[in-house]
């Protein structure tokens, strides 16, 4: 379009310099000492354009003939980088297709004419780390930190992740720890924290990282939910918690500490219920042990609730039997209510229980209470038949485990 508009204004201009001419001619006289130079006025103005157009054209052949080089030196760049992109594509496609060794290969075949060799590094260091070559891959993570000084956080993450990913837990906790001073909020740095913390067992920090986790949208409701439980267990059960009143207070503390659908929950409730039992406060895990029956039939919670010992065992036994209208059949509540008869000295109710609990499904631990309170009656036959058949059975449970246990192996 530029290049009509140029021509028509020409045609225009030439048109109407012939006009000029046709109705004057005009004279040009040039004179120099003795020589002179006659035309007319229009031939001496196409001379000039001629003449113009000749140095422009000229010039600009002088120009181009000037640059050439340099152009020849742009071109062949270009070819570089473009032949630099393509291999780029082409390592990273490897990459994804898992082809580790390939992948890193082309990826450095020619990183020195790369638009980006931060990312060419980067991805180099992670096909190093998948063909379990740690020095490799420090190397291309010290390159990729010099390649672009600038984007040493993106480096330093990528550092941690595949520390990680190795089992170097110690180091990746270091670069983990300097990055969330530099970004607190960063959402993957957060998340592995948090793997990082279970890997290392650190509940207390992977306690106090939770809210962050769950401010920042890090990890989903039932993912926070599986670290709450994890926690509290883990805590519970560490051994460190001795039995004084300084644990006996930061297991309340932790207990005070759950939403409350955890302390509905059936694990958690389980858990901390052997855990007050192991401490002797049997009231506190006789009100936790009944409050959830009432809620959530369990055989574990009944059974933990015949080892519990309160100041109310007659209110205790009370709760106990009132189960047995829906489960009247059930072993495990029948051991437990001939234990709960045991502490109040209800020798013949706690022999009926036990013996009703064997009717059903017989138990080695129900044998036991058997044996024991036939021993305390001072029946010693009935005694050593019942702890007789405890062994036998007990024998054939631990010969089953250990067949089942084999058999898995097998498969």
């Given at each position: 379009m530029k290049t009509l508009f140029t021509f028509l204004i020409i045609l225009a201009i030439a048109a109407l310099v012939g006009v000029i001419a046709y109705q004057d001619n005009g004279y040009v006289l040039i004179g120099r000492g003795v020589t002179t130079i006659e035309m007319s006025l229009a031939l001496f103005i196409f001379l000039q354009i001629s003449l113009y157009l000749l140095i422009a054209f000229s010039l600009r052949i002088i120009k181009r003939t000037w640059a050439l080089p340099d152009f020849i030196k742009n071109q062949h760049n270009s070819s570089k980088t473009r032949k630099a992109r393509e291999t780029s594509k082409q390592g990273l496609i490897a990459l994804a297709q898992g082809q580790w060794k390939k992948a890193e290969k082309i990826l450095l075949k020619h990183i020195d004419n790369s638009e980006t060799p931060l990312l060419n590094y980067l991805s180099a260091a992670r096909a190093a780390q998948k063909l379990n070559e740690p020095e490799r891959r420090d190397h291309y993570l010290a390159l990729a930190h010099k390649s672009m000084p600038d984007a040493d956080?993106?480096?330093?993450?990528?550092?941690?992740?595949?520390?990680l990913a190795h089992g170097q837990f110690e180091q990746s906790l270091a670069t983990l720890i300097h990055l969330r001073s530099i970004s607190p909020?960063?959402?993957h740095v957060l998340h592995l924290l948090a793997q990082l913390y279970e890997k290392l067992n650190s509940w207390n920090e992977l306690q106090a990282l939770l809210p962050d986790l769950k401010k920042y949208k890090i990890s989903n409701a039932q993912e926070l939910y599986r670290l709450q439980k994890c926690i509290f267990h883990n805590l519970l059960n560490r051994e460190d918690n001795l039995t004084n009143d300084s644990t006996v207070?930061?297991?309340?503390?932790?207990?005070?500490?759950?939403?409350k659908e955890l302390k509905n929950d059936h694990d958690i409730i389980i858990d901390y219920a052997k855990k007050l039992i192991q401490l002797e406060m049997n009231e506190e895990a006789g009100t936790v042990l009944k409050n959830?029956?009432?809620?959530?039939?369990?055989?574990?919670?009944?059974?933990?609730?015949?080892?519990?010992?309160?100041?109310?065992?007659?209110?205790q036994l009370d709760f106990a039997e009132s189960l047995i209208k829906q489960h009247a059949q059930n072993p495990v509540l029948l051991l437990t209510l001939g234990r709960l008869?045991?502490?109040l000295e209800l020798w013949g109710k706690a022999q009926a229980y036990f013996?009703?609990?064997?009717?059903?499904?017989?138990?080695?631990?129900?044998?036991?209470?058997?044996?024991l309170l036939m021993d305390k009656l001072d029946k010693t036959d009935q005694a050593n038949q019942y702890c007789k058949n405890g062994l036998l059975l007990a024998t054939e449970e631990i010969s089953f485990k250990k067949l089942s246990s084999l058999e898995l192996k097998v498969k």
């Open positions: 956080f993106a480096v330093e993450l990528t550092q941690a992740e595949l520390q909020k960063h959402s207070n930061n297991i309340e503390t932790l207990w005070q500490s759950l939403p959830s029956i009432k809620h959530q039939w369990s055989l574990e919670m009944v059974y933990l609730y015949g080892l519990v010992t309160t100041s109310h065992l007659q209110l008869c045991l502490n013996e009703a609990s064997l009717g059903i499904s017989p138990m080695a631990e129900t044998y036991k209470e058997l044996a």
